[in-house]
């Protein structure tokens, strides 16, 4: 079984995977410093007020294999028993943070006859890859 290049982790376990990608995409937003500006007529300058470190929510989209469509299917369920949950997410075996699980919706499920660096589909197998779409948010 292939490392996959993106994947959630329990925090309990990190970094092994609890639900790893073939493919993920969407920009991924961290905590970051959030600002207000203010602007007051007739005075030079502005003022910037630090807000404190907040993350907005973001979404990814995820591509998995599996080696059946019963096998999607269950994992989909356990995807949408994540909600509410505090997961770490991790790209390149790199930790980007604690992330909140949102929202996972199911995009399609389609056969696959070979998945090149797949993590349950030997080259040359049959089976199927599941699309999600994760509604995320990181704990700042």
């Not at 925090?11 to 905590?31: C, K, L, M, Y």
């Not at 007051?40 to 910037?48: A, K, N, Q, S, W």
């Not at 589909?121 to 994760?134: K, P």
Request: glycine share 12%; net charge neutral; charged share 15%.
């Amino acid at each position: 079984m292939a490392l996959p290049s993106t994947w959630l982790s329990e925090i309990a376990t990190d970094p092994t995977v609890w639900f790893g990608f073939i493919r993920a995409s969407g920009s991924i937003e961290g905590a970051q410093q959030q600002i207000q500006m203010e602007d007051r007529p007739g005075i030079d300058g502005f003022l910037v007020w630090l807000m404190g470190l907040k993350a907005e929510p973001f979404q990814m989209q995820t591509e998995t294999d599996f080696t059946s469509k019963s096998n999607a299917l269950a994992a989909y369920v356990v995807a949408c028993a994540a909600v509410g949950t505090k997961k770490i997410l991790r790209r390149y075996s790199g930790g980007l943070g604690q992330v909140v699980v949102l929202h996972c919706s199911l995009i399609s499920i389609q056969p696959s006859s070979g998945t090149v660096n797949g993590l349950a589909i030997a080259a040359g197998g049959n089976g199927v890859v599941m699309t999600l779409n994760w509604t995320l948010r990181g704990v700042s």
